[in-house]
Nanobody, 124 residues
């Protein structure tokens, strides 16, 4: 079992940057693929980014591609989401999640462990 704790959310102006962190209670390298999701008020949770089990591959949703970067620091069992050029529509609660499944995983139902979420608010 893995416990995940997100941090780094906050209030930022449009065009600004934030870096979210997700600290895992156990080793994730080569055990879990990591994903970031977000949920805005009144909307369903949506996939944002994926980091493979090995940490070698990434995948992004179209609406963040080129602006967000997912990465991992194995020694700290931590995954990051660097968010640049933020837009008001990026406002949401951001969640990290872990999946033991190999290959690309974008469906939230295929992630077994979730953090509590961190609020990101982008003002116009």
């Amino acid at each position: 079992q893995v416990q995940l704790v997100e941090s780094g959310g906050g209030l930022v102006q449009a065009g600004g940057s934030l870096r979210l962190s997700c600290a895992a209670s156990a080793r994730t390298f080569n055990r879990y693929a990591m994903g970031w999701f977000r949920q805005a008020p009144g909307k369903e949770r949506e996939f944002v980014a994926w980091l493979s089990l090995s940490g070698s591959n990434t995948y992004y949703s179209d609406f963040v591609k080129g602006r967000f970067t997912i990465s991992g620091e194995n020694a700290k069992n931590t995954v990051y989401l660097q968010m640049n050029s933020l837009k008001p529509e990026d406002t949401a609660v951001y969640y990290c999640a872990a999946s033991p499944r190999p290959g690309l995983v974008t469906a939230s139902r295929l992630y077994d462990y979730w953090g509590q979420g961190t609020q990101v608010t982008v003002s116009s």
